[in-house]
């Protein structure tokens, strides 16, 4: 099973977390097959799968069943103005884009090392930056500070 983090808390319910962006739109679903509870930064042991199906996207956290999956995961969410991936491997993601400014709810699953950068309404205050670290999980790294040697141009 592998060790999966979350950057918001995850109720025990087994619809944890959903987000549309109105009735036309793809409705985002968290599927907590296990049933447990985990907090903000906190991680579940447990297997990962999603499904598209009609208007709908599904994240299931499916059960610890005995197999053994080293890997680190971290799955981000958020229902206001969407993220984009900065640097990382994104596995999976999906998005309801719709409504006022640049709203969009999204959700995706990535690797250790992802850096994203969540928006906020109309860009009016920049960007959140998290990455994703093997051992903490999701962490808060700035306000629009994230600069990467590869992004700066030499004259």
């Known amino acids: 099973m592998a060790k999966i983090f979350f ?3 995850i109720g025990k319910e087994e619809r944890a977390w959903e987000a549309s962006n109105g009735a036309t739109r793809t409705n985002l679903v968290l599927v907590n097959k296990t049933r447990r509870e985990c907090k903000a930064d906190g991680y579940l042991i447990a297997s990962i799968g999603f499904l598209n199906k009609g208007n709908h996207s599904f994240l299931f956290i499916n059960p610890q069943t005995g197999s053994n999956d080293p890997r680190t995961l971290g799955v981000f969410l958020n229902d206001r103005c969407g993220y984009r991936v900065v640097m990382g491997e ?13 709203s969009e ?14 928006a906020t309404y109309k860009m009016r205050d920049g960007e959140n ?12 790294i700035g306000k629009d500070a994230v600069l990467a040697d590869d992004e700066i141009t030499e004259l």
């Open 105 to 118: 709810s999204k959700f995706g699953v990535y690797s250790p090392g992802a850096v994203i950068a969540s």
């Open 7 to 9: 950057n918001l808390p």
């Open 90 to 102: 994104e596995l999976f993601s999906a998005s309801s884009v719709g409504g006022p400014g640049n």
């Open 129 to 140: 930056f998290w990455v994703l670290n093997a051992v903490n999980g999701w962490e808060f």
